[in-house]
């Protein structure tokens, strides 16, 4: 029922599942912070990167402790940053490989830039003041 489903999702997440998703965040801020100042860009680094890699697989693996807490959201909004990044960055490899297609792949990318920057500020902003992302 909708009663017990926002009294479980008030429910306080354990320290661990705040410290992971703390983590998660400051690995993708890491790899954006290497695409800026290093020779990959801002999407390479984040979806390639070793950082963002381990922070999507240290999401799957404490999610299950997240559920039914506040916290779950932000795991929902983690895995969902960095799997529509992949796709994007997909589409925007097939739109390179026809020339015409180049300028539309470099929008994407400098527009995907801007969206992961937005949605790890945003998204560790919320887990700091401990509020709910939206579950889009």
Do not use: C
């Not at 695409?35 to 963002?52: H, R």
């Not at 969902?80 to 796709?87: H, P």
């Amino acid at each position: 029922s909708m009663t017990s489903s926002v009294a479980a999702a008030s429910r306080e997440p354990l320290p661990s599942v705040l410290t992971v998703a703390n983590i998660v965040y400051a690995l993708h801020a890491f790899a954006i912070v290497v695409g800026l100042v290093g020779t990959a860009t801002i999407v390479g680094s984040f979806v390639g990167s070793v950082p963002s890699i381990i922070a999507v697989v240290l999401n799957y693996i404490k999610r299950s402790d997240a559920r039914g807490t506040w916290a779950e959201s932000h795991y929902r909004w983690q895995i969902r940053t960095f799997w529509y990044s992949i796709v994007w960055v997909l589409v925007a490899g097939v739109l390179f490989v026809t020339l015409i297609g180049i300028p539309f792949a470099f929008a994407i990318l400098g527009v995907l830039a801007i969206w992961l920057a937005y949605r790890i500020g945003k998204g560790w902003l919320r887990l700091r003041d401990h509020r709910p992302m939206y579950t889009d």
